[in-house]
């Protein structure tokens, strides 16, 4: 996983609710600290939830995030974040195009549905452009790293073959010659580093050797890692795990002892849990993926203090 915050691109996916924004936010930390100018950007409006961790630590009351998401907003030192809208994507692009589109049909709505629907991967194709540009990839960009807090598995790898899905398409004129771009981008892995968010269950490792499998198939790039977010420490030794044993099952003794079987009952159980998960990452290293664990943390809110302290554990592996 070493060398994945040389990058100029960073794609974080996995399935919904793991972790991805998360962990986008301490990665973009963790590149921000090496002195990059660093952007974190979605397609989903998640911009918002990280904005409002950065400002509660100066604000009290978190901001709402402007009406233009996709204007760069400062988060810290050498770090940005911002939302692409897609269809706001499409658009630009579309009114790009000049004089090919008439202004009047761009202006109806209909039309522009009509038209998104018809070109389907169009809008994931030209928000791949925006990020592109954003990272200095095509144009003149104004970060050395982007993050991409990508959409969950599903979508992300839509999203992620739409170029090559238009690249085979259209062989002259602007689309093509976008699709191709990006699609050069997207499989340098000199330029862009994918990194998948997980947890240690059965159906989220399934989904990331999915996406393993897809990358490989679909652009012919593998996962530079993974990280299996919030993982249980394995609190019990041995001993400790025998001597939890023998108090189990002594609920009848007195009352006193009921309550040290509870006690024991849920140690089982947290132990389980861990061993379990332990198990779940030892399939992820089975495939060849190198992991890195970010625990749980215990808290209400998962505040800046807590991404802070990810971001300088990833920054470690990464
Ligand atoms: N290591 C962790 N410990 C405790 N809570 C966490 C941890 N990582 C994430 N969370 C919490 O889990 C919730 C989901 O996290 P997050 O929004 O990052 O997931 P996501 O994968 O981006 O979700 P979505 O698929 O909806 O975009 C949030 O409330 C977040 O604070
Ligand atoms: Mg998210």
Redesign the pocket.
């Known amino acids: 996983m070493q060398g994945l915050l040389d990058r100029k691109l960073i794609v974080v996916t996995?399935?919904?609710?793991?972790?991805?924004?998360?962990?986008?936010?301490a990665v973009g930390l963790a590149a921000a600290s090496r002195g990059a100018r660093t952007l974190i950007v979605d397609l989903?409006g998640?911009s918002a939830?990280l904005r409002g961790i950065f400002a509660s630590q100066t604000d009290p009351s978190p901001r709402i995030a402007p009406a233009d998401a996709d204007v760069p907003v400062r988060l810290a030192e050498s770090l940005w974040s911002a939302s692409i809208d897609p269809d706001k994507a499409l658009l630009e692009w579309m009114q790009s195009l000049g004089g090919r589109v008439p202004a009047r049909l761009l202006a109806s709505k209909s039309s522009f549905q009509y038209f998104a629907a018809a070109a389907p991967g169009g809008k994931e194709l030209v928000s791949m452009v925006k990020v592109c540009e954003l990272a200095g990839l095509t144009g003149a960009g104004r970060f050395e790293v982007v993050v991409l807090?990508a959409?969950?598995t599903g979508h992300a790898l839509a999203m992620l073959a739409a170029p090559s899905t238009f690249a085979s398409i259209a062989k002259v004129g602007p689309i093509a010659a976008a699709a191709q771009n990006i699609q050069a981008i997207l499989q340098d892995p000199a330029l862009t580093g994918y990194l998948a968010?997980a947890q240690a269950s059965e159906m989220s490792v399934s989904e990331t050797l999915e996406l393993q499998h897809e990358l490989s198939e679909q652009l012919g790039v593998d996962l530079a890692g993974v990280v299996v977010?919030?993982?249980m420490h394995r609190r019990f030794t041995g001993e400790e795990l025998e001597r939890i044993a023998s108090l189990r099952g002594q609920e009848q003794v007195s009352p006193r002892s009921r309550l040290a079987a509870a006690a024991a009952a849920a140690a089982h159980a947290a132990h389980a849990r861990t061993r379990f998960q332990h198990n779940q990452v030892a399939r992820l290293r089975r495939h060849g993926l190198s992991v890195v664990q970010?625990?749980?943390?215990?808290?209400s809110?998962?505040d800046l203090p807590?991404l802070e302290r990810?971001a300088e554990r990833l920054g470690q592996t990464l």
């Open positions: 996995g399935k919904g609710g793991v972790g991805k924004t998360t962990i986008a936010g989903t998640a939830r807090d959409p969950a968010v977010n919030a993982t970010v625990p749980f943390v215990f808290q809110d998962l807590a990810i």
